[in-house]
């Protein structure tokens, strides 16, 4: 008989692209590799018709979920959800318990629940999840982390802080909730504790179906792809156009910052000189080949930067803070450039622009990398391995 998953995700895995729901829908597609997946949506995208067509036009669906918008406002309940660990109105999202009742029916008829991303089973207010795996992208408590090292106050350094402290309690219950685990990075793996049932599933990219060929064009163009009303994306932006650019611009007057992505053209897109805010561009591959670097400036936020791969696998020449290549197995001046202060950034931009001979090589040698570790292909195997584990170490006697 063949394996039966349900396949509960944040998002439509055939929605708009960004890196979660990228990597949706390639761990939904390598599940299908070896069973019979059925997608449920549990998300506030849940009434996204055209998403929910073509993700049934692949997967089996189960009837998405709307999830209710339910904040703590009492003072007993803002106690509540710092000190109480098994507190499960985190996020003030909770589905309908008409809607949770009928979900958790159906999970007889599956051999396997895996649950995609960790707000997933709060809003379904259940605790705990035999024979389930959850899969999570990324960890709450490394984002507040990083917004408290870059806080514009220091009432908002504090507040990140114990969002952190109370996070990160949460996080390290999951064990216990669940038959297994996966994140994005080893680095992930380790902050949650190790062990054998805390498996590391990387973020990866689609490889291109023809090998990229490089055009950087003149006027010399740096470029940053990605949703920029998403906020590590935002104000990583703002600080590369206040603090880097007009340093670039000092050397190579002529540069163009190119912004691809949904919003990067709308209101809140950069007063800067010569600054091409082109919003969803169809056809991207095009348009990063004459790029002479890509710019991932992340300050903030967690997992793993799906931009990372993305320009690998385009053999574009990547300018990355450490945070943005967070778990990726990559050094500065191999397969990438690192920098942190406005000046190495900006320098690294410059110097990738100048030297098109080393830039290439660089990018020739992230290209190899991408191959071996960074593919769907070569992280599939990695899927399977997760599902088979969750499902041998269930109990055969499941009680839903």
């Known amino acids: 008989m063949d394996l039966r998953i349900l396949y509960l995700c944040s998002s439509w895995p055939l929605g708009r692209a960004f890196g979660g729901q990228l990597r949706a829908l390639q761990v939904g597609r390598a599940l299908q590799q070896i069973g019979e997946v059925t997608v449920a949506v549990v998300s506030s995208d849940a009434k996204d018709i055209e998403a929910e067509s073509r993700t049934g036009a692949e997967f089996a669906l189960e009837t998405p979920i709307l999830p209710q918008i339910r904040p703590n406002q009492s003072i007993s309940e803002k106690l509540r959800w710092a000190l109480d660990l098994k507190h499960l109105n985190v996020h003030g999202f909770v589905a309908t318990p008409a809607d949770r009742e009928r979900l958790i029916a159906s999970f007889g008829k599956y051999d396997l629940v895996w649950v995609f991303n960790s707000r997933t089973p709060n809003i379904l207010q259940r605790w705990y999840w035999p024979n389930a795996h959850l899969d999570i992208d990324d960890l709450p408590s490394t984002y507040a982390r990083g917004e408290r090292r870059n806080g514009a106050s220091m009432a908002r350094c504090w507040r990140a802080c114990a969002q952190s402290f109370i996070a990160k309690r949460r996080e390290l219950l999951f064990r216990e909730r669940f038959t297994t685990l996966s994140v994005c990075s080893e680095a992930d793996r380790q902050y949650l504790g190790g062990g054998e049932h805390v498996h590391v599933i990387p973020n990866g990219f689609e490889r291109q ?47 163009r910052l190119r912004l691809v992505g949904k919003d990067t053209d709308g209101a809140l897109k950069p007063n800067a000189p010569d600054v091409d805010a082109m919003g969803y561009v169809a056809d991207a591959a095009s348009e990063i080949a004459t790029w002479s670097a890509m710019i991932v400036p992340v300050r903030q936020g967690a997992g793993t930067r799906v931009k990372i791969a993305d320009a690998f696998s385009r053999k574009c020449p990547v300018v990355s803070t450490h945070l943005g290549a967070y778990g990726y197995d990559v050094q500065s001046g191999r397969e990438l450039l690192l920098a942190d202060k406005p000046d190495d950034f900006a320098q690294s931009c410059v110097s990738l622009i100048r030297d098109r001979v080393a830039a290439s090589a660089m990018a020739d040698r992230a290209y190899a990398a991408f191959l071996q570790n960074w593919t769907w292909d070569a992280i599939a195997p990695r899927v399977w391995a997760a599902a088979e584990d969750a499902l041998r170490r269930s109990s055969s006697n499941r009680n839903w």
Not at 209 to 235: K, T
């Open 209 to 255: 179906p023809e090998e990229s060929v490089r055009n950087p064009v003149e006027p010399p163009r740096i470029g940053f792809i990605g949703l920029y009303n998403y906020l590590p994306n935002l104000e990583g932006m703002k600080w590369f156009v206040s603090s880097c650019w007009p340093l670039i611009k000092q050397q190579v007057p002529n540069a």
